[in-house]
T-cell receptor, first 114, second 111 residues
Framework: DAMVIQNPRYQVTQFGKPVTLSCSQT?????MYWYQQKSSQAPKLLFH???????NEADTPDNFQSRRPNTSFCFLDIRSPGLGDAAMYLC?????????????FGPGTRLTVT | TQLLEQSPQFLSIQEGENLTVYCNSS?????LQWYRQEPGEGPVLLVT?????EVKKLKRLTFQFGDARKDSSLHITAAQPGDTGLYLC???????????FGKGTLLTVNP
């Protein structure tokens, strides 16, 4: 059974048209992350939620926002997508306090900007 | 500064060959994970190592954590085309739950 689910798997949007990507989890993990990944590179952390607390990475553009309405769901909003925002967006979860620091990833959403 | 140096970046081998991927750092990690990512999918956790000198095996894959917990290696025996993918190492430092990722090793196993 899927534990971290991302929808949609593929998203096409137009330059400047807002888009929202969604992530849900059945693991009841308290930490949720959003990563951006381009062409076989390492994932780049955009931000994460520790419970309800939002933590932005210093180099994440203001164009990227996130919402976490409850433990299970997290959303990534791109307010005005540019061509450079075309990438794979990965959601991940972890349970802080386990001591293992393992992250579990969803299948990703491939975003295309036309 | 890249805290986790992963090598090689690209590796193309024939089916049946052995290979080793390295993940090195000057920093100590409290745990280190290895992930495999297939094209168009998210990374899948293969293993977590936490103890210096620890060796874990997963079928044909052998993972080792350095004694000083600063480096790790992944060895694949008799590689198969199904092993093709991007291999990522990622480490946790201290009690920081955010992971530091290596740049990845893109492995292609040719039939």
């Amino acid at each position: 059974d899927a534990m971290v689910i991302q929808n949609p798997r593929y998203q096409v949007t137009q330059f400047g048209k807002p888009v929202t990507l969604s992530c849900s989890q059945t693991l009841n993990h308290n930490v949720m992350y959003w990563y951006q990944q381009k062409s076989s590179q390492a994932p780049k952390l955009l931000f994460h939620y520790y419970d309800k607390d939002f933590n932005n990475e210093a180099d994440t553009p203001d164009n990227f926002q996130s919402r976490r309405p409850n433990t299970s769901f997290c959303f990534l909003d791109i307010r005005s997508p540019g061509l450079g925002d075309a990438a794979m967006y990965l959601c991940a979860t972890s349970r802080d306090g386990s001591g293992m620091y393992e992250q579990y990833f969803g299948p990703g959403t491939r975003l295309t900007v036309t | 500064t890249q805290l986790l140096e992963q090598s090689p970046q690209f590796l193309s081998i024939q089916e049946g060959e052995n290979l080793t991927v390295y993940c090195n750092s000057s920093s100590v990690f409290s745990s280190l994970q290895w992930y495999r990512q297939e094209p168009g999918e998210g990374p899948v956790l293969l293993v977590t190592v936490v103890t210096g000198g620890e060796v874990k095996k997963l079928k044909r894959l052998t993972f080792q954590f350095g004694d000083a917990r600063k480096d790790s290696s992944l060895h694949i025996t008799a590689a198969q085309p199904g092993d093709t993918g991007l291999y990522l190492c990622a480490g946790a430092r201290g009690s920081n739950y955010k992971l530091t990722f290596g740049k990845g090793t893109l492995l292609t196993v040719n039939p």
